[in-house]
């Protein structure tokens, strides 16, 4: 079958894969609170194993997406992406208003963040999925036009240099030690070639289940050997470097689960329609979870052994089914709004490229 950079068609296996990423990530933000670093000295040698376990399988979370977005493809869609910035807009006002409310004194970095949040990187997956979009017809160009030396050329100097040697050497592409639009952008090349030429298609399940699950072990020893000696030194007391977005084995871990969830080959409506809402999920996320923490504090919620995590599972479960309430009505407020304005825009943009190229041909 030809290779298709805009087919978007999935399974709802996918979309339970995106929504398990959701969570991960959600839960990532929330584990210190639920989880705190213990005061004494007996008590840290099972909150280290337990950490490592929950934050190296947290990991998958925003590489989970880059996977997803790395091997349907990006097609740029300037409606959708104007649809995208305007949720991310009001959501951060949203957001800053709350904050000020709560007390949070709205200084000039504080005002400018509110204001441009894509520019400003204030949600940074949002900014790295919005500098892919841009990049997208140059990166297909390479997808579509290279031959398979040169696109496996291509995929492995990035990966070489922005995920291999910082698995070893512990740096991060453009300043970060963990994922940005960089990685994310390496992630899109590896996953279109593995694509392209149907690399997982020859392995079967049962290798894919042993390579996740070894792969998983791997990393959560390497942690907890890179916590044990590093860790006491770190702010939050432990230290994950093998959960990186720029670390080989987290890119295979990506990989792999993936690929699992893609094999899984069922339809479900619902699924499908609750996926939609993940990136209002991500952006709401801090909202939701800001609002909730003024009335029930966290640690009024916290339990002692299972039902602390039980707890912190419900605590996740509400705020993805809240973001859901909160962008269904947004979506009914705004949505003649957007369209109105972004026919405005489209209408101002093509006559002055009409203007433009009409005095050129002058």
Known sequence: MDHQVSLKIRSSGIEVYR????????????????????????????????????????????????????????????RKMFSFLCMIWIYSMLTSIVAVIQGTKPDLEFIVNSLFPTATGRYWYATAYFILVLLSPYLNLLV???????????????????????????????????????????????????????LLDRIRTQCLILVACLDFVLMMVLNYTASLFVGKSMPFGYFMPFSRGCCVLMLVFAISTFELFHRWNFQSEWINKIAKFVFPMYILDRLIRSIIEYFIPVPDLVQEGLWRYLCMVGYVLIVMLTAVIIEVIRKKVFCHVEDKLFQSIHTVVKSIYVERKGGLDD
């Open 19 to 78: 929504l398990v990423c959701m969570f991960f990530v959600i839960e990532g933000h929330v584990y210190l609170q639920f989880f705190p670093h213990p005061n004494k000295e007996g008590a840290l040698g099972t909150w280290l194993m337990l950490t490592t376990l929950i934050v190296t399988l947290t990991g998958l979370n925003n590489h989970g997406f880059m996977t997803i977005s790395g091997y349907f493809g990006v097609k740029q869609n300037w």
């Open 144 to 198: 579509s036009k290279a031959d398979k030396k040169t696109f496996r050329q291509v995929a492995l100097i990035l990966a070489g240099l922005f995920i291999v040697i910082p698995t070893f050497l512990y740096y991060g592409p453009n300043g970060s030690y963990s994922t940005n639009w960089v990685i994310m952008i390496c992630y899109y090349v590896i996953l279109q070639y593995i694509r392209k030429y149907q």
